[in-house]
């Protein structure tokens, strides 16, 4: 019977020729493989959050968690294989090598955006605010499509909370940008510049 440490062991083997083999296939991705293995990433990631609760919940009832430990475990192994493959990919395009160049901005972000947004269909930046509906008059009315892409929008937003997080620190070029550009709109408040705006919503 193969114990525990065994299969582990069996499995960090694995792990390890798999790496391997990735560095080499991980150039090779289509764009549509790399997009599949974000999401996937995103899904592994939060079973394993799910699952690490759920071994620090037992751990307080003092129930068996050998096993969802295990399972914590290699999930957070496999996330590491795909994050890796995912820059490896990116590193290959121009787009890539610019959005891992951005402080905050990692390897799975990277391939994520170089994979749903193609700059070829969205030479302008408003082409591309208008596809993640992050545009001001962006609407979704009732009993219509959705007119921009919802998965998209949200990783717009955890983009700028990684921005806003990072705003006091000087390699964050565009955290710095957004500190900037927030002290002149908090200025220009208090010299009354936007009094004529504040008429019009009340």
Known sequence: MTTELETSELSLELLGRLNKDTKASAKLLKFQEARFLCDE??????NRIRTTNQVRSRLETTEPNSIISFLANQTAKLELLI??????????YRTGQWLQSQYGIGPVFSAYFLTNVDIRKAPYAAHFWKFAGITPNSRWNKGETRPWNANLKSKCYLMAETMYKFQSNNNCFYGKYFRKRKDELILQNFQ???????RTFN
Not at 41 to 46: A, I, V
Not at 83 to 92: D, E, P, R, T, V
Not at 192 to 198: T, V
């Open 41 to 46: 990433y995103y899904t592994m990631q939060d």
């Open 83 to 92: 994050k890796n493959s995912l820059g490896i990919f990116a590193a290959q």
């Open 192 to 198: 009354g510049k936007f009094a004529d705006q504040n």
